[in-house]
């Protein structure tokens, strides 16, 4: 237990004897800036440092297997941490709306992602190991500042809405395709994704997301001019995959607000489109 630990001008220093984290042990406390963790504890329990309004800084130590639930949580000014190669699993909401965590390195060697673990967070890119397993329901709802993420493991298992409600989030690699039992909503977010980088995915994905433009080509147009979603056009360009009704719809849109690269595209497919009329025609 970590019955003893050094206060001092705001930095948290625990003794070396510590061997784990009890639950809600500095929960509240706003005095702490900063918390040094020494090698020999393997675990910290749910709660720990949740609601710590001044914590922006931690140092956790090799040989850290787990981070607890909501250990984090409600740390609005936490910017900086570093999770060591040892650690398998971040358990439920562990930095739930940690808005000022911007970067984070997830290690080889991660296994697991809880529910709602960063939801709310500051995060601007999610690269994750192959080692991942599991990403929970919401793990990364609702990240205001997500624009590119990178899950390269095919049997990840994703929860629902583990990315859901970013809309900044507009490229990636999602390499299992499509969640299991995706709704509506998931549909669309993956399909733009699979847009941003469909060279890398396989025939099966490539028909998902193909069907799913056809069928609701206008709505794709309107979260990509929404998000001035720059790779998901890209792609849609690269592909031929617009009509020309909807070409024609969305161009003028686009122009008038000032969105050059993304009427470039759409002149772009527009161009293709009529090369490809031409050539039947002949």
Not at 169 to 180: H, M, Q, S, T, V
Request: glycine residues 6%; proline residues 5%; aromatic residues 8%.
């Amino acid at each position: 237990m970590t019955n003893d630990y050094k206060l001092c001008k705001g930095v948290l220093t625990l003794e070396p004897s510590a061997t784990y984290i009890r639950s809600q042990q500095f929960c509240g406390r706003d005095e702490i800036e900063k918390v040094i963790i020494p090698e020999g504890v393997g675990f910290m329990e749910e709660e720990c440092f949740t609601e710590c309004p001044e914590l922006r800084e931690v140092i956790l130590p090799e040989g850290l297997i787990n981070i607890g639930a909501a250990a984090f949580a409600d740390c609005p000014k936490l910017s900086s941490i570093k999770l060591p190669k040892s650690i398998k699993s971040i358990d439920c909401g562990a930095f739930f709306s940690c808005e000022s965590l911007r970067e984070l390195e997830f290690p080889q060697g991660l296994e697991q992602i809880g529910e709602y673990a960063f939801q709310g967070s500051g995060l601007e890119r999610v690269i994750l190991p192959e080692t991942v397993t599991l990403i929970d329901e919401c793990a990364f709802f609702s990240c205001e500042e997500l624009h590119i993420i990178s899950v390269p493991n095919p049997e990840t298992e994703l929860g629902t809405d583990c990315f859901g409600s970013n809309y900044k989030l507009i490229e990636g690699y999602i390499a299992k395709g499509y969640p299991d039992n995706a709704d509506f909503t998931a549909e669309l977010l993956y399909t733009l994704l699979w847009c941003s980088c469909h060279e890398k995915h396989g025939a099966e994905t490539a028909k998902r997301a193909t069907e799913y433009i056809r069928q609701h080509e206008e709505l794709v147009m309107e979260r990509i001019l929404k998000a001035n979603n720059i790779p998901a056009m890209t792609g849609l360009s690269e592909l031929g995959l617009l009509t020309s009704e909807t070409i024609n719809k969305f161009l003028p849109q686009a122009l008038k607000d000032g969105q050059t690269e993304l009427s470039a595209l759409l002149l772009k497919a527009k161009n293709a489109v009529s090369n490809s009329q031409e050539e039947f025609e002949l």
